[in-house]
């Protein structure tokens, strides 16, 4: 895609500002693409079938032709706003950043969405095929095939943005630019929103248990993940209020 033709797209008024900023990123499941400029170069940049396969080098070819343009453009717009990008990677900015990473990285609710990460998976380890088994047999194989599509979708989902919620949360405190909405309140709800998800879906799995240690675990996982989401809670308590362009509605009487 070319820059004129990004600019194009751009500037079309049916794509809502950010609405890709605070979304799972499950387009398949979005009622949202018609008005998500993300979805729609995606899907213009790689109709062909071979551009959509990560394995084959057009993909990456097209990957790298989107990147380029995009910092073009962002160059553009940051010398209209009297910015020039190239100061801005100065050493003592990259030990900044390298240091936020890092206190990021070690925070405890970080800690504790990695673990969870790693506890559905251990979890998982030969129960699936298992259970696609046992919800052939009683005929509901659909709803419990949703649950663990949600819970596999969500499992490394919830650690990657409670990672940027508490990443932004330093940058806010640093920074403190009140007259924006909090990135990490935006972060931290669709994170409480995959975790909120992944409850219910334990709860469809729950059901399917075939023994007591098979339904041990599962109340387990639960219970993290139901502790987990409080945390969050607490260290964001805007998050659950927070407005995400296109997909929560302003109350017009506030």
Known sequence: MNRDRLKKLAAEKRFIPGIYNYCDRWCERCPQTSRCLNFSISEEEFSDPEAQDIRNEAFWNKLSGILGETLELLKESAKKWGIELETLDSTDGIENIKLKNMVSENHLLYRAAKSYTDLAEDWFGGRETLFFETAAAAREGVSLEEAIEVIRWYQY??????????????????????????????????????????????????????????????????????????????????????IRPGFDRVDQNE
Do not use: C
């Not at 007259?179 to 994170?191: H, N, V």
């Open 157 to 242: 989902f919830i650690s990657a943005k409670v990672m940027r919620a508490v990443r932004g949360k330093i940058d806010e405190e640093e920074e403190r630019f009140d007259e924006f909405p909090s990135d990490s309140d935006g972060s931290a709800k669709i994170a409480l929103i995959a975790m909120d998800r992944s409850i219910s879906a334990w709860a469809v799995i729950r059901h399917y248990a075939v023994d007591d240690d098979d339904d041990e675990g599962v109340i387990e996982i639960i219970a993290f993940l139901d502790g987990l989401k409080q945390a969050v809670e607490k260290t964001f308590p805007n998050a659950r209020s927070f």
